[in-house]
Protein backbone atom coordinates (compact mmCIF):
# COMPACT_ATOMS: atom_id res chain seq x y z
CA UNK A 1 0.00 0.00 0.00
CA UNK A 2 1.63 3.29 -0.97
CA UNK A 3 0.55 6.16 1.55
CA UNK A 4 -0.42 9.49 -0.64
CA UNK A 5 2.05 12.40 0.60
CA UNK A 6 4.04 9.70 2.85
CA UNK A 7 7.53 10.00 0.71
CA UNK A 8 7.10 14.16 0.81
CA UNK A 9 6.92 14.01 4.53
CA UNK A 10 10.28 11.56 4.82
CA UNK A 11 12.09 13.57 2.36
CA UNK A 12 11.24 16.97 4.39
CA UNK A 13 13.99 16.84 6.62
CA UNK A 14 16.52 16.13 3.97
CA UNK A 15 15.72 18.94 2.06
CA UNK A 16 16.21 21.40 4.86
CA UNK A 17 19.37 19.45 5.26
CA UNK A 18 20.29 19.93 1.68
CA UNK A 19 19.39 23.92 1.48
CA UNK A 20 21.66 24.23 4.92
CA UNK A 21 24.19 22.49 2.92
CA UNK A 22 24.19 24.75 0.19
CA UNK A 23 24.28 27.69 2.30
CA UNK A 24 27.51 26.81 3.81
CA UNK A 25 29.06 25.89 0.62
CA UNK A 26 29.28 21.99 1.50
CA UNK A 27 28.73 20.96 -2.46
CA UNK A 28 29.57 17.34 -1.78
CA UNK A 29 27.54 17.26 1.04
CA UNK A 30 24.41 18.87 -0.35
CA UNK A 31 24.29 16.65 -3.41
CA UNK A 32 24.57 13.41 -0.92
CA UNK A 33 21.46 14.85 0.20
CA UNK A 34 19.76 15.49 -2.78
CA UNK A 35 20.34 12.10 -4.07
CA UNK A 36 18.88 10.55 -0.62
CA UNK A 37 15.48 12.23 -1.11
CA UNK A 38 15.32 11.17 -5.07
CA UNK A 39 15.53 7.32 -3.27
CA UNK A 40 12.62 8.11 -1.28
CA UNK A 41 10.90 10.36 -3.91
CA UNK A 42 12.35 10.11 -7.28
CA UNK A 43 9.91 13.03 -9.00
CA UNK A 44 11.35 16.15 -6.12
CA UNK A 45 11.18 19.06 -7.75
CA UNK A 46 13.35 20.57 -4.89
CA UNK A 47 15.85 17.93 -5.10
CA UNK A 48 16.87 18.47 -8.66
CA UNK A 49 16.73 22.37 -7.76
CA UNK A 50 19.45 21.37 -4.71
CA UNK A 51 21.46 19.40 -7.33
CA UNK A 52 21.63 22.50 -9.73
CA UNK A 53 22.90 24.68 -7.22
CA UNK A 54 25.22 22.07 -6.85
CA UNK A 55 26.07 21.70 -10.04
CA UNK A 56 26.43 25.89 -10.58
CA UNK A 57 28.13 26.14 -6.89
CA UNK A 58 25.20 28.84 -5.81
CA UNK A 59 24.34 29.07 -1.95
CA UNK A 60 21.09 30.36 -2.51
CA UNK A 61 18.32 29.97 -4.95
CA UNK A 62 18.47 33.97 -5.65
CA UNK A 63 21.45 33.88 -6.49
CA UNK A 64 20.78 31.37 -9.98
CA UNK A 65 20.07 35.08 -11.55
CA UNK A 66 23.53 36.13 -11.11
CA UNK A 67 24.97 32.86 -13.03
CA UNK A 68 27.17 33.97 -15.81
CA UNK A 69 25.55 31.94 -18.49
CA UNK A 70 22.40 30.85 -18.39
CA UNK A 71 21.91 27.09 -17.45
CA UNK A 72 18.91 26.12 -19.83
CA UNK A 73 20.68 23.29 -20.83
CA UNK A 74 21.25 21.14 -17.77
CA UNK A 75 19.94 18.04 -17.02
CA UNK A 76 18.68 19.28 -13.30
CA UNK A 77 17.29 22.50 -14.66
CA UNK A 78 15.06 20.49 -17.02
CA UNK A 79 13.96 18.46 -14.43
CA UNK A 80 13.58 21.01 -11.98
CA UNK A 81 10.94 22.14 -14.78
CA UNK A 82 9.46 18.58 -15.07
CA UNK A 83 8.61 17.92 -11.96
CA UNK A 84 8.04 21.26 -10.54
CA UNK A 85 4.88 23.23 -9.97
CA UNK A 86 3.56 26.04 -11.57
CA UNK A 87 5.49 28.49 -9.58
CA UNK A 88 9.08 26.99 -9.47
CA UNK A 89 9.11 26.71 -13.12
CA UNK A 90 8.20 30.52 -13.69
CA UNK A 91 10.69 31.09 -11.21
CA UNK A 92 13.13 28.71 -13.13
CA UNK A 93 12.34 30.71 -16.20
CA UNK A 94 12.50 34.24 -15.06
CA UNK A 95 16.30 33.28 -14.30
CA UNK A 96 17.39 32.22 -17.46
CA UNK A 97 15.17 35.39 -18.64
CA UNK A 98 17.38 37.60 -16.28
CA UNK A 99 20.51 36.15 -17.36
CA UNK A 100 19.67 35.85 -21.33
CA UNK A 101 18.79 39.94 -20.77
CA UNK A 102 21.99 41.02 -18.95
CA UNK A 103 23.79 39.17 -21.35
CA UNK A 104 22.41 41.00 -24.04
CA UNK A 105 22.22 44.24 -22.31
CA UNK A 106 26.16 44.16 -21.58
CA UNK A 107 26.87 42.73 -25.27
CA UNK A 108 25.00 45.86 -26.66
CA UNK A 109 27.06 48.27 -24.48
CA UNK A 110 30.01 46.73 -25.22
CA UNK A 111 29.12 47.36 -29.16
CA UNK A 112 28.32 50.85 -28.10
CA UNK A 113 31.20 51.69 -26.46
CA UNK A 114 33.44 50.46 -28.89
CA UNK A 115 31.62 52.86 -31.46
CA UNK A 116 31.92 55.18 -29.49
CA UNK A 117 36.01 54.77 -29.20
CA UNK A 118 36.01 54.81 -32.84
CA UNK A 119 33.87 57.78 -33.64
CA UNK A 120 36.20 59.48 -31.02
CA UNK A 121 39.36 58.38 -32.52
CA UNK A 122 38.09 59.67 -36.11
CA UNK A 123 37.95 62.85 -35.00
CA UNK A 124 41.08 63.39 -33.55
CA UNK A 125 42.42 62.29 -36.56
CA UNK A 126 39.98 64.76 -38.50
CA UNK A 127 40.92 67.58 -35.92
CA UNK A 128 44.56 66.78 -36.26
CA UNK A 129 44.65 67.85 -40.15
CA UNK A 130 43.74 71.37 -41.24
CA UNK A 131 40.93 71.60 -43.66
CA UNK A 132 41.49 71.42 -47.42
CA UNK A 133 44.49 68.76 -46.01
CA UNK A 134 42.99 65.60 -45.87
CA UNK A 135 45.49 62.73 -44.05
CA UNK A 136 46.95 60.93 -47.01
CA UNK A 137 46.48 57.00 -46.06
CA UNK A 138 49.00 54.37 -48.35
Known amino acids: TVIVG ?3 AAAAPLLERVFLFLEDGKWQDANIYCEKVLDIDPKNAEAYLGKLMVELQVKNRKQLA ?3 DPFD ?6 KVLR ?3 ETLENEMRGYIAHI ?4 ENAR ?3 LYENAQRAMRSAQSIIDSHPVGNPPVYS
Do not use: I, M, P, Q
Not at 73 to 78: K, T, V
Not at 100 to 103: P, S
Open 108 to 110: LTG
Open 6 to 8: ANN
Open 83 to 85: FGD
Open 100 to 103: NERN
Open 73 to 78: NSDNYA
Open 66 to 68: DCA
